[in-house]
């Protein structure tokens, strides 16, 4: 990696102090806070949200024909859109890979032969909101049992071809920036030279 023009005051650390709690329910915080740079400067009043479940799995499931499985839903921001399949930890859940399965099986049905994890902490909005997504492909998936949905809004389950995919990242039906980027990392471990960067767990 190469930094053109050198140090440029760039903060490493910060100091942040709470300056006021504005909303706290059994899902989230928002807080006004001071931030406190290392390179001396500060913003105040700042608007922080805090998810209180540690974050979320977005899962990416494939068939063992290579198909993805999607859901259709509506969510109160994007209006109707297509995702992967995502949903918080469970305080039952041991560990993220049980919320991973927790999940396919609620909303889709779906069981994978294995799991592959792309990453542990993607944060969708790094400055403002901490609810890092944990992000995963979800292979040779097979169908086990009617899904037990307890989305208030429904959840319809997609069966879609890559080109298919593909067309909805581009005409904008998937706006989910967590799913595009797991439809992309699903397509990338298609190739054997990627393949081994990601951790693989069996079922």
């Known amino acids: 990696m190469i930094t053109k023009g050198g140090y440029l005051g760039i903060a490493k650390s910060a100091e942040i102090s709470v300056r006021q709690v504005i909303h706290d329910d059994k899902w989230v915080t928002a807080d006004l806070v001071d931030v406190k740079f290392d390179n001396g ?4 009043n700042f608007l922080r949200l805090t998810a209180k479940n540690g974050g979320y799995v977005m899962v990416i499931p494939r068939l063992r024909d290579g198909r993805f499985i999607l859901t259709r839903q509506f969510k109160p921001v994007a209006g109707v859109t297509i995702e992967g399949v995502a949903g ?54 097979q169908l086990t049992d009617q899904a037990k949905q307890d989305e208030l809004q429904g959840v319809e389950c997609l069966i879609c071809t890559r080109d298919e995919v593909l067309q909805m990242v581009g005409s904008g039906a998937i706006r989910d920036l967590a799913t595009a980027a797991g439809i992309f990392a699903a397509l990338l471990i298609e190739d054997s030279t990627y393949y081994s960067n990601f951790i693989s767990e069996g079922i």
């Open 41 to 44: 400067k500060e913003m105040k």
């Open 88 to 141: 918080s930890r469970e305080p039952s859940d041991d560990g993220w890979y049980f919320s991973v399965i927790r999940e396919m099986k609620e909303e889709v049905g779906y069981l994978p032969l294995s799991i592959k994890k792309i990453g542990d902490k993607f944060y969708p909005l790094s400055d403002r909101v901490d609810n890092p997504c944990r992000l995963y492909v979800a292979l040779d998936c």
